[in-house]
Structure formats: C-alpha cells, structure tokens
C-alpha cells in the first residue's frame, strides 16, 4: 500500500469513526486503587502505604487468574513515582503517570517469565538495578508469571531480591504460590488476592453495560459473573463475547452464547436421577451432545449442583457458602431433601470420576455421561463401598418405619386396622393377637441408621471391631444403645474399655447425643431375633 493510500484509510477510519476495536477489559482496566473492585483488603494497604512513602523493595502478588495482580502491580508502579498523589491514588495526570500508562518510560519493566524463565534474563535485571532511573524515582521490575523461573533463575534473583538498591522496587506475581521457594517468599511483602464475589462482578458488569450501551438485564449479568468463576478480567471478557452478537442479553441469551446449562434443566435431571426417568436422562445428554455446550462443562455445572444440595442438607446456613440468590435456595431446598445423605454422597463421588475420566477421554464423554446416570439410578450396578452404603441405608429406611417384632402389614390393611381401632373394638381379641400388640408396644427399641458406616469407622482404628461386620445389630432403647452380635467372643472382645469408648464417641457424633460407654450393652442373637433377618431377605 502506498504512502498516499495508507494516509486516505486513516482519514477515512478518523471519518467514520473507525480503527482498531479495543477489548472491553482493556478499556476499563482499573487507573486508581478505588477502581479495583473486590480487593479492599490489599488496596487499602497499598494506598496508605504509598501516601505514607513507606515502600517496600519487593511485593508478591498471588492469588487466582482474571483478580487484578497485574492491574495492582502497574497501578503501584504509578503510585510510587507520581509527582503529585492523591490520598495514595496516582494522579494520572502529572508527566510520570502518563509515561507509564502509555509504556514509554524505560524505568518500569514488566517481564513475563513463562516465556523469560532462564538464568540470563534474571543476570540481565541483576546488572541493571545498579544504574539509577533515567526519569522516574524507581525503577519497577514487575515480574509476572513468577513461579515459572528455573531454580538457577531463582538464585540468581535471590541476592538481588534480598538487599536490592534504594531506587529499585520488584512486584512479583503469580497464580500457583506453592511453586515458589521460601527463600522467595520470606523476602516479599505478600497479598493474598482472592477471588470476587458474584454480587460485586455483576454490579461491574451492569456499569460497564451501562456505559457502553449493551442492553443486558441484572439476571443476565449474574450469569456471566458466575461462570467467570471470580475474576473480573473473564467476566468482562464474557461480556464483551455476549455483546457481539448484538440485541438484549436476557440470562437465557447468555447460556446460550456461552454454551452453559440453567440452572432449571439441571434440576430436572436430577429429578429424573431420583425418579429413574431414563428416557428423560438420555434426551437431556442428547440434547447437550449435539449442542455446543461441551459435556465436561455440563458436567461441572451437574457436580456444582450437587455440592449445593449437600450444603443445604448439611448446613445450618447454606446461602453462606452457596452463591445462588434467596429464590434460588428455596427452590434447591425440596429436591435436597428428596435425596437421602448416603445416596448424595455417592453420586457426587461417581460424578466426580466420571469428570476425571472425561478429562483424560475425548471421543467418549457422551457415553462416560450416559453409564455414569445409570449408576446413580441403580446403586446395585456397582460395587463401590457408598454405593452399598446407599443401598443399606434405603433398606434401613424401610426398617426404622416399622415397629420391632411387628408383623409387616401393607398400607390397606394397616389404614383398615387403624380404623378398626377407633371403632368401638366391638370385636374380640384372640390371645394370639393380644401376644403381638403387648409386643409392639412394649418394644421401645428403633434401629440404629447407618450402622454398617459406624461399624467401617470403627474396624479402621481397632481391627477387634471386625466381628461387628458378621450380622451384628444396633437399636436405641431410651437412654441405651443395644447391639445384638452373633457369638460371645464378639462381646468380650468389644466389652474393652478402649474400643467401647470410641464406639460411644462415633455414635455420639452421629446421633447428636453424648452416649457414655457405659450406655453401650451388647446382646447374643437368640432364634427370636430371625424375624430380623426374615425382614431383610423380604425388603431386599
């Protein structure tokens, strides 16, 4: 292209309007401390010590990706060389300000050491903080990415990081702190960044709409600062992905651009977990799999999910640790209930490998998904230790709801005894029937739940529990605990001081109720108790 022509482009582009399209997180990256959002705990710090001029010589900025580590570093670079600060804040008016915001000033230098990790770029900084800034108060190394340098990188940096000249100040960053050597850290004031909370992204988002002039709605931002995942920098760029394509961004628009789930047809599926809707199960995976949601993304939303229907079953409180909206809650809140604890527990584990595997696997996800909610409809399909668990505990269930020693009655006979007996009991009692109903109720005794998990905790740490395993019972009789084994060996070796202990402590734990040893009685089974077995054979 030719002088001329290039020059005619440029005038045109001015004309219109035109140029290059700048992205929406670079435009309103934060110029001040006051404008980083969800990070009081370290602006606060760095403002005050920026205006009370008490710099330290190196920083270490960690914490997840998208938080504002590297905007903080460049906005302290700012901070600290500003000829007139305010309340901490650059001016970002004043001669320094500018040269660093528009990169032309030599005297502050970012360094990416994914791509500069090796020993001759840290010797190359080494010989060069000797030599004093050529505008600024101090030269800033701001170095990102840090945990990727060499170990000989880092001991080069080492001596450097430790007593470095007046006018030298380092900012580190990096997402994976474990990676880095003590002998790094110890040398660095360190800020711990966190990730951002969903209220304080969507409010970023509905002000940066705003000012753009994207018509999105509140419910609509609040999807995109969930899936970002706490960080700022992804949920803008979401937004600047959603407003692309043009029109008003409701919140199912967005699910739609950016391929997630709702929330609803998740709780559908879950439904239809509980239900064993298979024909249910295996449209939504179809509908999914020629979508352009991608499976393990589907799948991380079904696992996120059911971690909240635990919280909520597990937790006094759960819109602590749970971010959904109060309406969201409460409509959580009856299918958590469907789901027995045992069962919950298991299929968040079977969930959890199913990701694993789908991670590893490409072509297969779609039938990984489909094995997989069969196993969570039919826990007999597998093996696994809590999917037993969840078996026994629905057979406990069943148990806890009749009386010991009853005789099983089907619901229409029991509603037409129960009626019988609000009758004038016109009829007369056989000696045989008044033998079960002085039975029933004299029998205060109500199965112990769970007792197969009591009895797996406690063979762990005392190997003598093990005769528990072979057929042995447990029931609550008022203030007692009465466990029926099947031989006295079993109760000698139980009756030790040591092993009643732990056993009173794990039942206390799950019943609520301080259980003392000496509560814990132990039976021999006698030919009464096959009834019990009888019961089981019939349920299963």
Not at 22 to 27: E, F, G, I, T, V
């Amino acid at each position: 292209m030719g002088e001329s022509a290039f020059f005619a482009l440029a005038l045109f582009c001015n004309e219109r309007g035109g140029g290059l399209y700048q992205a929406l997180y670079r435009k309103w990256r934060p110029v001040s401390f006051d404008d980083v959002c969800g990070q009081n705990h370290i602006t606060d710090i760095l403002r005050y010590e920026t205006a009370e001029n008490r710099i330290s010589h190196a920083y270490l900025f960690c914490g997840p990706r998208g938080t504002g580590k590297t905007t903080c570093a460049k906005i302290l670079a700012k901070a600290i060389n500003c000829h007139s600060p305010i309340n901490g804040n650059p001016c970002g008016e004043c001669e320094a300000c500018r040269s660093i915001d528009s990169e032309s000033t030599t005297d502050v230098l970012e360094m990416d050491a994914a791509s500069n990790n090796g020993v001759d770029a840290v010797r190359a900084i080494r010989d060069e903080v000797n030599y004093t800034p050529s505008g600024l108060k101090y030269r800033v190394y701001i170095v990102d990415e840090v945990h990727m340098l060499s170990i000989s990188a880092f001991n080069a940096l080492l001596k450097t990081l430790e007593e470095p000249p007046a006018h030298v100040v380092f900012i580190l960053a990096t997402t994976e702190l474990q990676k880095l050597p003590a002998t790094i850290i110890s040398r660095c004031q360190r800020f711990d960044f966190r990730r951002i909370s969903t209220s304080v992204i969507s409010d970023r988002l509905l002000h940066i709409a705003s000012a753009e002039n994207i018509d999105i709605n509140a419910e609509a931002a609040r999807v995109i600062a969930r899936h970002a995942n706490g960080g700022m920098r992804d949920a803008i760029s979401l937004l600047d992905l959603c407003s692309s394509s043009g029109g008003k961004l409701d919140a199912a628009r967005v699910e739609e651009l950016l391929g997630i789930s709702s929330s609803e047809s998740i709780r559908m599926l879950s439904k239809a977990v509980l239900n064993k809707d298979y024909s249910y199960i295996f449209s939504a995976i179809h509908n999914v799999s020629i979508s352009s949601v991608d499976i393990a993304v589907f799948w991380q939303d079904i696992l996120s999910f059911y971690r909240d229907m635990l919280v909520v079953k597990t937790t006094a409180n759960p819109i602590e640790y749970i971010d959904c909206t109060t309406e969201e809650l409460e409509s959580l809140r009856p299918i958590a209930e469907e789901y027995p604890y045992e069962r919950l527990l298991y299929h968040i584990r079977i969930l959890d490998d199913a990701l694993a595997q789908m991670q590893r696997s490409g072509s297969t996800k779609r039938i990984i998904a489909e094995l997989t909610f069969i196993r969570m409809c039919d826990p007999s399909l597998s093996d696994d230790f809590s999917a037993i668990l969840t078996r026994v505990s629905a057979l406990e269930e069943k148990v806890g709801l009749l009386a010991i020693g009853a005789p099983v009655i089907s619901a229409p006979a029991a509603k037409a005894e129960d009626e019988a007996s609000t009758s004038k009991q016109e009829k007369v009692s056989t000696p045989e029937t008044k033998n079960v109903e002085a039975k029933a109720t004299s029998s205060s005794r109500k199965p112990i739940p769970y007792w197969l998990e009591i009895v797996e905790n406690l063979s762990k740490e005392h190997r003598s529990a093990m005769g528990l395993r072979n057929g042995s019972r447990a029931y609550k009789e008022n203030d007692r605990i009465i466990i029926k084994v099947s031989n006295s060996f079993t109760i000698k070796l139980m009756s030790e001081g040591t092993i009643k202990s732990a056993l009173a402590a794990i039942i206390s734990s799950k019943e609520g109720i301080a259980y003392s040893p000496d509560s814990i009685c132990f039976e021999l089974s006698t030919e009464n108790d096959t009834d019990d077995n009888d019961l089981f054979d019939t349920l299963i």
